[in-house]
């Protein structure tokens, strides 16, 4: 993100069980329960109504994980959302982007597999956080937990991928008190997650001028040169900074700030350096806007500390830091930032926590994010520029 100044982020299945899925039809075709009144007067949101949002939320969000298993959806039956009429249901519009968005997602989902990546299973749950009324429009806040099985292609990948990410829903009720949903609109800092559509990305441009360290990028082809590393008996120990990722990507540290929410700027660099802090690196004390210095507690944090392109600045300036010629060289321990537009400002910083059959799997905060391959960050994001870093 650019607020602040300083930018820490920018964005930064099996079907339901049967119990869920039952739980989602009956949420929304709950025969002849008042969503609102009939008439003219405005419509009351009432737990029953609330409980439908809930379920129809969850509905498009597990529609769009079920795009990205490796099975038929449904065993071939139509989409959850498909099953919604009455009272609530999707708007015309976002029926249409639905559909165009699991079949984005079907098409990832082809482009993983023949990179070497399938997932088995997956499972979405949703919760209502909040939900405000104005008149004839509900704007209803969830919190969406994902979490995807790695399909064993090779044998060696992890057993798990997941994230936490947040959404707002507008919905608008008509003259007889049946609601639609009109919008979806990503919070916090999204976009970074497995089953969303990449934010659509601008112009390229030119490279911003700079008089700070400068790290050459990394290719993103598979299949690199070999870059062992020593993950034992050296001076990090690396298994801490990932067991420490693994710990806290969506429960925060409370000994630290949270710098997510609005105008807060994302919180991923931060995460970073408590996991490399948790690891070994040794505070540099000093000034906090010195980007040579990097220190972290409760009560402050220097910029290099919290800070996308402050971090890779004291990084190289350090030595703490090597630069990797390609992503895959990638290592548990290891850091991985991108430039979304390619603009010359770095945008996002995630730890590498696991390394599988020559595949890096990462850990990140601001979409909360545990050991998604880097493979399937390429794949949302091809046309972004990549800086490893070897800790």
């Not at 920018?10 to 049967?18: D, E, S």
């Not at 919760?127 to 994902?146: C, Q, Y």
């Not at 220097?302 to 996308?308: E, M, Y």
């Not at 730890?351 to 880097?374: A, D, F």
Request: charged residues 20%; proline residues 4%; positive net charge.
């Amino acid at each position: 993100m650019k607020s602040r100044k300083l930018k820490h982020t920018r964005r930064r299945a099996t079907i339901l069980t049967a119990a869920a899925a039952s739980a989602v039809a009956g949420a929304a075709l709950l025969p002849n329960w008042n969503a609102g009144a009939s008439t003219a007067a405005e419509p009351q949101v009432d737990a029953k109504t609330k409980a439908a949002f809930q379920s129809l939320a969850d509905a498009v969000f597990t529609d769009r994980t079920n795009a990205l298993v490796d099975q038929p959806r449904h065993g071939g039956k139509k989409a959850l959302t498909e099953g919604f009429s009455g009272k609530v249901e999707l708007s015309s519009d976002i029926g249409r982007n639905e559909n165009a968005a699991r079949k984005q997602l079907g098409d990832r989902k082809n482009r993983l597999a023949s990179s070497g990546e399938k997932y088995s299973a997956g499972s979405t749950t949703v919760t209502l956080d909040r939900t405000d009324v104005k008149g004839r429009t509900a704007v209803v806040a969830v919190t969406e937990n994902t979490t995807l099985t790695y399909a064993k292609v090779t044998g060696g990948e992890p057993g798990t991928t997941g994230f936490q990410a947040r959404h707002e829903l507008t919905f608008k009720a008509d003259k007889k008190g049946s609601w639609k949903l009109t919008r979806i609109r990503e919070t916090g800092d999204g976009y970074l997650a497995i089953n969303q559509l990449a934010r659509p990305m601008t112009a390229t441009v030119a490279a911003k001028t700079t008089t700070t360290p400068a790290a050459p990028r990394a290719a993103i082809t598979k299949r690199p040169p070999a870059a062992p590393k020593n993950l034992t008996g050296g001076e990090y120990d690396y298994k801490a900074m990932a067991a420490y990722a693994e710990k806290y990507w969506t429960n925060y540290n409370p000994a630290y700030p949270n710098f997510n929410g609005a105008g807060a700027g994302g919180d991923c660099t931060n995460f970073v350096s408590q996991s490399l802090k948790a690891g070994g690196w040794k505070h540099a004390p000093g000034y906090v806007y010195d980007y040579t210095r990097w220190f972290g507690t409760a009560d402050i944090q220097s910029h290099s500390f919290i800070g996308v392109n402050e971090w890779s600045w004291f990084a190289q300036n350090s030595k703490r830091t090597t630069s990797l010629a390609n992503v895959y060289q990638l290592d548990v321990g290891d850091v991985l930032q991108v430039d979304f537009n390619k603009d010359g400002s770095k945008d996002h910083t995630m730890i590498v926590t696991s390394r599988r059959n020559g595949v890096p799997y990462l850990t990140y905060h601001s979409t909360n994010t545990l050991r998604r391959s880097v493979t399937s960050i390429i794949s949302s994001y091809p046309n972004a520029a990549y800086y490893a870093y070897r800790t």
